[in-house]
């Protein structure tokens, strides 16, 4: 089966990725590594409250950073608060529902 085509990237979606360097990482490749589909993530943004909370407290952070320093380790650190974020959610929605 075909997988549907991507849908119009979130606007949250495209201020995080805003925060990375051209040609870095962006939040998509990221969620792709931990195993949720940019289609999956997208959909997570729109309906998941949690999630898109979330994402808007770090976008809030990353403007507000006063330890900022405009090397390549903010780019690592924001990358690992995203990756954290999305792999909470992951775990959230894929929890087996007996545990």
Do not use: C
Not at 22 to 44: C, D, F, H, M
């Amino acid at each position: 089966m075909k997988e549907r085509e991507p849908k119009e990237t979130p606007e949250i979606i495209s201020d995080l990725n805003a925060r990375f360097r051209p040609s870095e990482v962006t939040v998509e490749a990221i969620a792709e590594k931990i195993g949720i589909s940019k289609n999956i993530l997208y959909e997570w943004v729109q309906t998941d409250a949690q999630l898109f909370e979330s994402l808007g407290r770090l976008n809030k952070i990353q403007q507000e950073d006063p330890f900022k320093t405009g090397t390549d380790e903010d780019s690592h650190v924001n990358a690992m608060m995203i990756a954290i974020v999305l792999m909470e959610t992951r775990d959230r929605h894929y929890k087996p529902h007996n545990q």
